[in-house]
Each structure stands twice: as C-alpha cells, then as structure tokens.
C-alpha cells in the first residue's frame, strides 16, 4: 500500500470507531478484508489511527471536523507535512483538501491537551503543576516496558537474550525489575525471553507497584483484582518462599494465567469469589481496583473519551466498595494495598481517605504515584494497615 492509501484506510476504520465500533474490532476488521495489506501496512495504519485518537481533540480542531478525515488532516498539519502529498485525490488516496476544512485554531487548553473539557478542572485538581506535563505526555504514545522474571534470570541476563534477538534495552529507574525498550519492540512476542518466561510485558509503574511491598518467604498474598495476571507473576517472582493466591471477580479474566504461570515458573493459586473466604487471612491483599484508567490512555486512548462524569463518581463507589469488602481479608498485622491505574485525586487519596474515615483502626503507611510525566504509566498506591 501507498503511504496515501494507508491515511485513507485509517481514516474509514476511524469512522467506524467514531460510529461506536470497539477499536480493536474496527482494525481487525478492516485487516480481515484486506487481505491484501502486509504487516508494515497494518502497523502502520494502527499507528495512525492510534494517534488520532489520542489527540482527537486537537486533531479535530486542526482539520475542519470530528470525522475520521478531519482527524488525518489535523494529524498531517500537527506533523507539518504538505496535505497534498497525502490528500491528491490519486489512486487510493484521499480527496484534496477543500476551503472549509482549514485549521479552526484551539478554543480551550483541554481542546489544545486533548482533554474532555469536563475532566480538565479535575485533572488540574489533581496533578497541580504537572498537569500540562501529563496531558503532553498522553498525546504520545507509551515506551514498551519488560519486567525480568527473576524466577530464571537476572535484569542483565534478560537483557543479553532480548539483544541477541535484535530487541535493544536499558534498566528502567522506576523498579529494578524493569527495562525499557529502545529498539525491536515489534520482535518481542517471537523472542526466545519472551516464548520462555524469562521476561513479561509490563510497565515499569506496575512492577513498582509490587516492588513497594515488603515481601517476605512464607507470607500469603492475594492478588485481590488480578485480571490477566500480571501482578500476580510479579508477586509470585518477588520474593522466594511467598505464596500467592489470585481471584478476580470475573473469573474468565484468568483464564490465561495458568498457562503464563507455567511459562514463567511461578506457583499461583486460582481462588473463586465463592472460595476466597476459606483461604483468608491474608499477610497483604493488593487491590488493582477497576479505575478510569487514566494511568494507562497513551495505550487504550478510547478510554479517555467514552469516561463520563457520572462514570467516575461511580468507579469511586465501586472503589470505595471493594476496600470495604476486603480489609476483613487481611490478617490482625497485615497490609492492604490499594492501586490503581489512574492520576485522579477523586479514585486515589480520595478513596483512602474515605476508607480511613469510615475505619478509625486503620491507617495509612505509605501513599506513592507515578505520572506518565515522568516515564511510565501512572498509578497509584496506599498502603493500609490496622492501628
């Protein structure tokens, strides 16, 4: 395909998206009818359509419209790229640009930051000075991070395999687990690391996360919401002698964990919601609540815009509900850590404070966040424990 016949494949499969069609089932779909693209074309069109929605915004109010083609004009005038190289109306390729699709120029700072206008107060509540920072840095795409499973190798020796397979990293300051990619990251799912469990995708804020708790042989934790897993793999290789136990309310969400545990040496047992309280006490349950996600929009930037007022409020609820529902879990001189995935004041301190109100014998022993400001995704974590 032509670079000008992938701007305007990216701007139909954004039209469907802008329609309600799920992001990934929109690009699947168009690469199951197109059997005629190759690999770079696909990526390629990922990338575009992956841009455009983290800046959808901006990228609208530089290309006339809201539609899928104003989108790819305001990305090509965002990059300061002739529109005509693109936009000739050639085989393939879109139409010309026309008169009334000039740039309209940013109304607002959220409109110029990508940003719902509504969460904007909001956002700027929470993060003070690095708000701009922070809404900068989710208009570009997130770096791929690995985490070294030190089950079978060492930071070093995970980074010596990775390079001998053309995937170039560096150690990551966040945790001492972590490395990010520099070069080859699109090699990463055929590496022999990767296919032998020696390293996990994973950002480096996520490992973090678990690095913060002090893990000592013998203790039981629970990895309250543990989704996919990975955590609970980094639990499992956090400290030798641990046992860990995963639950998810929604079982189905562990249906690959079993597998990735074998893969990566690690020992995980599968609790049921209607079994959890037959296994507690626990010495530390991590909670990675259901959240907005803010953390994490620079790799799911649909989020950003389907999130509502009225969902928020309600992910607090929900938030508030969960650490209710386990502090009787954790054991008389345990920890309850609570993360999540979001920068929002509103479902982080917010949330624990309630918590500590509510329950006079708890306190809080450490609060920290990471702000994709600063190199990773952004989270948060409290961590809880009785008076």
Known sequence: MTPAARVQASIEILD????????????????????FAGSKDRAAIRDHVFDALRCKRSFAARGGSDSGRGLMIGAFRAMGIDLSQVFNGERFAPAPVSGNEADQGFQTDAE????????????????????EAVATALQSRAPVHLRANRLKASLSEASKLLSADGILTQPHTACDTALVVTEGARRIAQSRAYTTGIVELQDAASQAVVAALDLKPGMRVLDYCA????????????????????????????????????????????????????????????????????????????????????????????????????????????????????????????????????????????????????GTDGFYTAHLTRS
């Not at 469907?16 to 059997?35: D, F, M, N, Y």
């Not at 719902?116 to 700027?124: T, V, Y």
């Not at 054991?331 to 918590?355: H, K, Q, R, W």
């Open 16 to 35: 469907e998206i802008l329609g309600g069609v799920p992001v990934e089932k929109a690009l699947t779909g168009w690469a199951r009818r197109s059997r």
């Open 112 to 131: 110029r930051l990508d940003i719902p206008e509504w969460l904007w107060p909001e956002f700027q509540q929470a993060l003070g000075d690095e708000a």
């Open 227 to 374: 989704g996919g897993g990975g955590k609970s793999l980094a639990l499992a290789a956090g400290s030798e002698g641990v046992q860990v136990f995963a639950h998810d309310a929604n079982p189905g969400r562990m249906r690959d964990l079993p597998n990735r545990a074998e893969r990566a040496g690690a020992k995980i047992k599968i609790i049921s919601p209607e079994h959890i309280a037959q296994h507690a006490p626990f010495d530390v349950v991590l909670t990675d609540v259901p959240c907005s996600g803010s953390g994490s929009w620079r790799r799911a930037p649909a989020g950003k815009w389907a999130l509502t007022s009225e969902r928020l409020n309600e992910l607090s609820g929900i938030q508030a509900a969960i650490l209710t529902e386990v502090a009787p879990l954790v054991a008389p001189n345990g920890t309850l850590a609570y993360a999540t995935c979001s920068m929002l004041t509103i479902e982080n301190d917010d949330v624990v404070d309630e918590f500590l109100r509510r329950h006079p014998d708890w306190q809080a022993r450490i609060r920290k966040s990471w702000l994709v400001s600063h």
